[in-house]
DNA sequence: TCTTAATATTTGTATATACAAATAAAATAA
DNA sequence: TTATTTTATTTGTATATACAAATATTAAGA
C-alpha cells in the first residue's frame, strides 16, 4: 500500500517515518560498494575532511548522540580506517592512508545517492522539502 | 546543533532521518499516557476502527513489514488489549473489552500529538511537507 | 588547595524496525 | 487428484539509534 493510500497519510508520524526508512534503504544501496552503512560513510568523509575533529563534533554534525559517534567510530577502527587518539577527556578522530584512499569512491557514492531520489521532486522541490524538514527538526523540543 | 547548521543540511538521509527521530520522540511522549508506543496505539486504533482486520492490511495500512506487525500485536495481546484468531493461512485481529475502552485516551493523545507540532509550520504548510514526504516515498523503489 | 561541578566519552541495555528463512494453508496446473 | 506455486504469517537474527549510568578529566568555587 502506498503513503498516499494509507488512512494515516495526513499524519507526520508515519510520513516522516516511512521517508526515513526509505530514504536509508537507498542510501546503503549507494553506499554499499564502499561496504559502509551511510552513518559510518559520512562520519569517514568528515573524519577525512577535518582531521582530528572530536566525537561530541561528529554528533552535531551528524545529529547523533555521542554513544552512537562511539559505536560508529569503533566499527570504522576495526576496519582500519580510522584512528582514535585520547588525551585527557578529549578524543581526536583521524582517518588512516587506508581510510583517505577510498575518497573518490566515497564522493561517487554521494553522487549515486542524490541521483537516487532528486529526480523525483525535482531539484527546487526537493530543497524546499529538506529546508522544511530541517525547521521542523529544529523547532521541535528534544 | 542544529540541522540548519549541520554541513549535511541540504542531504536528505540527514534531514529525514533527524525528522523522523523528532517525530518518534514527540509521539512517545503523546501516547505516554495509555502506557503505548505510537506504532502500537495506532495498530490498536485500526483494529478498534476495523474489527477482525489481518496482519497484512495493518502492514499496508501502517506502511510497516508483516513480521513487524506480529511483534506490535504480540505485545497488545500479552496487554490484553487485542486478541488473534487464526483460521487457516488468515489472522483475524479484535480489540477486547479493555482495547476498545481506551479509545477516548487514545483520541486525546492523537490530538496531543498533531499540537505538539503543528504549530511550528502552520496547518497548510505541515501540510504540504506530509503530502510531498509522501510523493517521495512512493515514488522511491522498495 | 581541596572540593565540587561541568564536560567528554564510553558502556550496558533497550527500542523500533527489517530481512531472510521457515511454516502452513490455499489456489492453480498437470 | 496430485504436484506445484502462491499467499499469509511467524520466527530467528540483524541494524540503527537512543537513554541512562559509569568513567575519567578538567574547570571553578570555597
Request: positive net charge; hydrophobic residues 35%.
Amino acid at each position: 500500500m502506498k503513503t498516499s493510500e494509507s488512512r494515516f497519510r495526513k499524519c507526520m508520524y508515519f510520513s516522516s517515518n516511512a521517508l526515513a526508512r526509505k530514504m536509508e534503504k537507498l542510501a546503503n544501496e549507494s553506499w554499499q560498494r564502499v561496504g559502509l552503512s551511510p552513518s559510518h560513510a559520512y562520519l569517514l568523509m568528515i573524519v577525512i575532511e577535518e582531521p582530528g575533529v572530536q566525537p561530541g563534533t561528529l554528533a552535531g554534525e551528524l545529529q547523533l548522540k555521542p554513544s552512537t559517534i562511539t559505536r560508529l567510530i569503533e566499527k570504522l577502527e576495526e576496519k582500519k580506517l580510522v584512528v582514535r587518539i585520547t588525551e585527557g577527556k578529549t578524543t581526536s578522530v583521524y582517518a588512516t592512508p587506508k581510510g583517505r584512499e577510498l575518497t573518490p569512491q566515497l564522493k561517487e557514492c554521494l553522487t549515486n545517492f542524490y541521483e537516487g531520489y532528486s529526480h523525483v521532486l525535482g531539484l527546487e522541490e526537493s530543497s524546499k522539502l529538506v529546508a522544511n524538514m530541517n525547521r521542523l527538526s529544529d523547532e521541535l523540543p528534544g
